[in-house]
């Protein structure tokens, strides 16, 4: 079966760093998204990587290992209004869909 | 901006009920899709549809059925409520890309919080 796993819960305190991780296993793999969900809202969109290496887009990095099956979202300079649900998603065939994470749960704290 | 606009946000159904879930778009995209989102689960995806008349099953796609007319409407059917479809329901869209190329992002709706009494 397809299997995304990531942690459930993780806490950190304003300005720091933190790093959410991502291990797939799929039986097919185009690119690796990462999507940001407040509660109460909508999933938005953040970050793709389909080749290995780092993106950034301000404060926020997503990072893809094709060969270890594993990526993680890096975000810088935390800010309360970060304390949101983050899900990794994986594009595996050549349809359009996603197979998404169960998600983690960022808790900021002052 | 992309707007993804789901008809409900909330509603309260009865058990053996025909429930209708809308969802409109209003950028001209050719791809939609309805995902359920439960605690601990995330986001599975029940349904999506490339085009109008074109649908394609999820991985959950059990007691639902899809309904693409127009371009800018797609249309999530419980064709009898039960009260394991207790759930938020979340409607999104996205460009026709190359296959494969995912780099298109999914815009979605801010969600159907479903009860089945």
């Known amino acids: 079966g397809q299997s995304l796993e990531q942690p459930s819960e993780v806490t950190a305190v304003e300005g720091a760093i933190v790093q959410i991780n991502c291990t797939y296993q799929?039986?097919?793999?185009?690119?690796l998204s990462w999507y940001q969900q407040h509660d109460g809202g909508a999933p938005t969109f953040l970050s793709y990587?389909?080749?290995?290496g780092l993106e950034e887009t301000g404060r926020f990095s997503s990072f893809l290992s094709r060969s270890d099956s594993y990526g993680y979202l890096l975000l810088q300079e935390l800010q309360m209004k970060d304390s949101a649900s983050y899900f990794c998603a994986v594009g595996m065939d050549s349809s359009y869909k996603l197979i998404f994470g169960s998600g983690t749960r960022l808790l900021v704290r002052p | 901006d992309v707007k993804v606009t789901q008809s409900s946000r909330y509603l309260v159904k009865r058990t053996g009920e025909k429930v209708f879930l809308e969802c409109v778009q209003d950028?001209?995209?050719?791809?939609m899709f309805w995902y359920r989102q439960d605690p601990g689960l995330g986001l599975r995806l029940i349904y999506f549809?490339?085009?109008?008349?074109?649908?394609e099953k999820g991985d959950i796609p059990e007691g639902y059925s899809v309904s693409r007319e127009k371009k800018e409407r797609f249309s999530l059917i419980l064709e009898s409520a039960s009260t394991n479809q207790t759930s938020m329901y979340l409607c999104?869209?996205?460009?026709?890309?190359?296959?494969?190329?995912?780099?298109?992002?999914?815009?979605f709706g801010d969600g159907t919080r479903l009860s089945i009494l």
């Open positions: 950028m001209d995209h050719e791809n």
């Open positions: 999104a869209s996205s460009l026709l890309a190359i296959v494969q190329d995912f780099r298109q992002p999914q815009h």
């Open positions: 549809s490339y085009d109008v008349k074109m649908k």
């Open positions: 990587n389909a080749l290995d």
């Open positions: 799929t039986s097919g793999f185009y690119g």
